[in-house]
């Protein structure tokens, strides 16, 4: 079994409604064709259909206030409830008492013990290197996830061989000035990439952030743009699905994109998309961990299991 995690930071499951919700004024055909033609919404939170499943997630882990990048990232990658643990939100980069937790059980981390290889798809400008090495800056969960993994993280040449991709997945954002230059792709070609890092690795995460800045904008224009984008990167991978066994993972960490009222993020629930084979077993394996309210933290034991299955430790049952 092969994993391919979709991460889109920011989204999460609001109302049906196109003058506030870009996922109901976007052209998305993938996605909603993988979804038997229903995107999810409050009032209609989960879905079978033939190839994929969507139940929602609880981002608030059962702590007051607004979910935030770096508690509910952490529990996303660690299965522990972060926001508990410091006992608020915090984010968008992980609180420092967070980092042993970050560095014992991050996904990346969890996928080596289970004797298989996991890869992290976003590669990073050299920029990104400089800054880091002189001002310390401070790392995303992800990122510092692959770090305490002891994986190099990607850089320009990775983007080069197409064993890597930018953060805004066609490579329009990168750096201008470098030699020779980094030509853009199409959305569709970085999901053929990624399909072909799946042949690879058990499990690939890639990394969308560009949602979560579009709800921070409260630009309808730049949001239903950023999401088609993503789903002509998903039309990419459902094209070229890679080794048999595939299943793409997709979800988010807290709202925010949902709900272009407001600026801030919101409480509402975030979707968990399975697609693949078994998609209908790792659903009810999430939902078995967290009851009548799974949240962030039920998705990795769920993935666990799946992987597994290949290391000889049992699987989904």
């Given at each position: 079994m092969h994993v391919l995690f979709l991460f889109l930071d920011g989204v999460g499951i609001g109302r049906k409604d196109a003058a506030v919700n870009p996922l109901f004024a976007a052209r998305m055909p993938a996605l909603t064709a993988l979804l038997g033609g229903e995107l999810p919404s409050l009032h209609h939170r989960s879905h079978t259909a033939e190839y994929a499943s969507v139940i929602p997630l609880d981002a608030t882990l059962g702590v007051e206030g607004l979910p935030q990048s770096g508690t509910g990232q952490t529990a996303l990658f660690t299965g522990i409830n972060a926001a508990r643990l410091i006992g608020k939100h915090f984010g968008p980069h992980p609180y420092s008492t967070l980092r042993p937790v970050i560095e014992a059980h991050n996904i990346?981390?969890?996928?080596?013990?289970?004797?298989?290889?996991?890869?992290?798809?976003?590669?990073?400008p050299q920029r990104f290197f400089d800054y880091f090495a002189t001002r310390q800056t401070r790392l995303?969960?992800?990122?510092?996830?692959?770090?305490?993994?002891?994986?190099?993280?990607?850089?320009?040449?990775?983007?080069?061989?197409?064993?890597?991709?930018?953060?805004?997945?066609?490579?329009?954002?990168?750096?201008?000035?470098?030699?020779?230059?980094?030509?853009?792709?199409?959305?569709?070609?970085?999901?053929?990439?990624?399909?072909?890092?799946?042949?690879?690795?058990?499990?690939?995460?890639?990394?969308?952030?560009?949602?979560d800045h579009a709800g921070h904008d409260r630009n309808m224009t730049e949001a239903v743009s950023v999401l088609e984008r993503f789903d002509g990167l998903l039309e990419g991978v459902l094209g070229n699905p890679g080794p048999s066994g595939t299943m793409i993972v997709m979800t988010?960490?807290?709202?925010?994109?949902?709900?272009?009222?407001?600026?801030?993020?919101?409480?509402?629930?975030?979707?968990?998309?399975?697609?693949?084979?078994l998609h209908r077993e790792v659903t009810a394996r999430v939902g078995h961990y967290g009851g009548r309210t799974p949240d962030l933290t039920h998705v990795l034991p769920a993935l666990m299991e799946v992987l597994q299955i290949d290391a000889g430790h049992g699987g989904v049952s």
């Open positions: 990346f981390r969890r996928v080596q013990q289970a004797g298989l290889r996991p890869c992290f798809a976003n590669a990073f995303s969960v992800t990122a510092l996830s692959c770090t305490y993994a002891g994986m190099p993280l990607r850089r320009e040449e990775n983007i080069r061989d197409c064993t890597g991709l930018s953060a805004d997945i066609t490579g329009e954002g990168w750096p201008r000035g470098v030699y020779p230059p980094i030509e853009p792709i199409t959305p569709h070609e970085a999901g053929k990439r990624l399909a072909g890092l799946a042949a690879n690795y058990a499990f690939v995460l890639f990394e969308y952030w560009k949602t988010s960490d807290h709202g925010n994109l949902e709900d272009l009222t407001v600026k801030t993020h919101t409480r509402n629930p975030v979707p968990l998309i399975i697609a693949g084979p």
